[in-house]
């Protein structure tokens, strides 16, 4: 009688998809405190490895290099999470979009813009320190704003399209306005150097944005 061959288990992938995510939040983990700490040239892929007890190889096969994993974090840290959903597709955006009343709207906005600031400008400004002596930084610290230029852009063509634009602001004008109040050099100033508390620059910003555009 032939002996009896047990079908192979289907492969569970589960479990390793699932170590992997701790894997890439313990990098993150570790490069932000590394940065934050350290700054971005005294950082090293090698620290972040021992830091977040993975191989030095994996931090590079997940992030490729340390602009790669600068980037992430700043991605990251933007949004909140490491869930890969388009911006324009993010909660928040669409309920700001969703929202007729352009005075809330721009309120609103301006105490989002102080809770990412929070989380997201003590890395930019790693980022923004080392641009000037590594190429690496640079062109993160370039993607950086060019991605904050094109966020700033459907807002302003949003708001012309609704019509809550004050006559002659124009769209472009919107947007390099938008651009500047959502800066990392702002909150530097008034965050960082002066001392305001997040709630007061968001509410300042968001009064200063109705007076400009609306």
């Known amino acids: 009688m032939a002996d009896t061959v047990k079908p192979r288990r289907p492969y569970d992938a589960s479990r390793r998809q699932e170590q992997a995510r701790r894997n890439r939040k313990a990098m ?12 971005y040239a005294h950082t090293t892929m090698k620290m972040v490895a021992t830091q977040a007890d993975v191989s030095i190889q994996s931090v590079y096969q997940v992030f490729t290099n340390k602009a790669g994993l600068v980037k992430a974090l700043a991605d ?9 959903v388009p911006m324009m597709e993010r909660a928040f955006v669409r309920r700001n979009m969703a929202e007729t009343d352009p005075r809330k709207k721009l309120t609103t906005y301006g105490a989002h813009v102080a809770r990412v600031a929070a989380r997201a400008n003590p890395i ?20 950086l ?8 852009t459907y807002f302003a063509q949003h708001l ?10 124009t769209e472009t004008e919107a947007r390099d306005v ?3 109040f959502n800066s990392v050099e702002l909150w530097d100033l008034l965050v960082h150097q002066r001392g ?6 968001g509410r300042w910003i ?5 007076a400009a555009l609306l």
């Open 124 to 143: 930019h400004l790693v980022v923004r320190d080392a641009a000037s002596s590594d190429p690496g930084a640079a062109d993160v610290w370039n993607r």
């Open 28 to 39: 993150l983990d570790a490069g932000r405190e590394l940065f934050l700490e350290r700054g």
């Open 160 to 169: 012309g399209a609704e019509g809550h634009l004050r006559r002659g602001v």
């Open 76 to 84: 990251v840290a933007i949004v909140g999470d490491d869930d890969a």
């Open 145 to 152: 704003q060019d991605e904050r230029l094109t966020g700033m």
């Open 206 to 210: 968001g009064n200063q944005l109705v």
């Open 178 to 180: 938008l651009w500047t």
């Open 196 to 201: 305001w508390t997040g709630s007061r620059f």
